[in-house]
């Protein structure tokens, strides 16, 4: 991708990769432990993960769960509870798994830290995007921002009390909410921005695609319930 430095790469996977070992309703490149699919099918598609992609490393995983944590994935020797990481050193991968939420990308312009942030509608409310973006300790002016494939508005509906807690956090929020037939529905894209742009953030890409509606490519978890498979989405460094 282009709009970050040379030396900084990132992925998101799709639902299907040719070698994947999921079947059913995992099918076939499901890379998350915690979903009902058999171990042995997903540790083989984390495997191919590695060889696939030519990662540096094996990623670093953490335990999401919807919080506003974020952890250097430098010193992490365990997995973790937390929604977000970041690494400043080459060759560590920073990943996280969605199948709906929204993967936030992060990269300062010198190419000398990155990371990632799982933000679901709580997480996002919550400050999951502030907690990563205050870890690379400089101007939002100095940083880059993708928005990775999460679910579209249309097909993300809410109840009026999430709208509640967001525009009691920030009334600039009001615009990333739909009403259509008394019901509410949320734009994760248009949230983030609103995040980002408080900080100062204005070099931001993506926010076009729908985990929802584009089955083929991704899973997601308010199309398919519990027995929907995880994208990962890493980021990283190369080395110079």
């Known amino acids: 991708m282009n709009f970050f430095p040379n030396n900084i790469k990132l992925l998101s996977t799709p639902r299907l990769l040719e070698g994947g070992s999921s079947k059913g309703n995992f099918e076939n490149f499901n890379l998350a432990l915690h979903v009902d699919d058999k171990q042995g099918a997903v540790l083989a598609n984390r495997d191919l993960l590695l060889s696939h ?7 670093v995983w953490i335990n999401q ?3 506003n944590l974020s952890v250097d994935a430098d010193l992490l020797s365990s997995i973790v509870d937390a929604d977000a990481s970041y690494s400043k050193k080459p060759g560590t991968v920073c990943g996280i798994l969605t199948a709906d939420c929204l993967p936030v990308f992060v990269s300062n312009k010198e190419g000398t830290a990155v990371g990632v942030a799982h ?3 709580r997480g996002l409310v919550d400050g999951i995007i502030e907690s990563l973006i205050e870890s690379f300790d400089c101007n939002g002016k100095d940083l880059l921002v993708h ?3 999460a679910i579209s508005q249309l097909s993300f509906e809410v109840g009026g009390e999430v709208k509640s807690q967001y525009l009691s956090k920030n009334k600039n929020f009001e615009n990333c909410f739909t009403n259509l037939n008394n019901k509410y529905y949320l734009d994760l894209y ?5 995040v980002l742009k408080n900080f100062g953030v204005s070099s931001i890409s993506g926010g076009d695609r729908c985990t929802y509606k584009e089955s083929e490519q991704y ?3 308010r199309r398919d319930g519990k ?3 995880r994208m990962a989405h890493l980021i990283w460094m190369e080395n110079s």
């Open 65 to 67: 769960t919807h919080s």
């Open 147 to 149: 928005l990775g494939p």
């Open 190 to 194: 248009d949230a983030a921005r609103v």
């Open 227 to 229: 027995h929907s498979g």
């Open 53 to 59: 992609y030519k990662l540096p490393s094996k990623p």
């Open 119 to 121: 933000a679901g509608w």
């Open 219 to 221: 899973f997601s978890y």
